[in-house]
């Protein structure tokens, strides 16, 4: 099934989409808006033009598996899309994330204003895929 991540930040929101197979996840845009209900309205058109059955939204978990301040505003979000569209909303524990982002355009040397502009856009490509990979070993 065709599934869209969002790694919300304060600033950026990275989005990413894996194939109908969920074999691959690959990114999709960062949207630059800070303000909530205009960046629902953002993530809706998306989700209206590129049809995805669910939307998966990163958790980021403190690294002792607590919540925190930042996990009640990415579930806020989420409760905002589940009143505005008509697909299931999850979410995906991600920790490290922007990490192994990060790790991932050093090692393509990507640097400076670009690693900036790609770095929500990786993260969200992270936690679709570790999303898939649960959602594939269940299956085992």
Request: proline share 4%.
């Amino acid at each position: 099934m065709k599934i869209m991540s969002i790694d919300y930040g304060d600033k950026r929101t990275g989005i990413a989409f894996c194939d109908k197979r969920e074999m691959l996840a690959s990114p999709y845009c960062v949207i630059n808006e800070a303000y909530q209900p205009k960046l629902v309205k953002k993530i809706a058109e998306i989700i209206e033009n590129e049809k995805p059955e669910t939307v998966i939204i990163g958790l980021p978990r403190n690294m002792d598996g607590s919540y925190g301040y930042r996990c009640d505003e990415c579930k806020s979000l989420g409760e905002a899309l589940k009143e505005t569209v008509d697909i299931p909303v999850d979410y995906q524990d991600e920790r490290m994330t922007t990490v192994i982002a990060h790790g991932i355009l050093s090692d393509n040397n990507v640097r400076g204003k670009k690693r900036k502009e790609l770095v929500d856009a990786v993260s969200a490509v992270e936690i679709l895929q570790s999303y898939i990979d649960a959602r594939r070993n269940k299956m085992q």
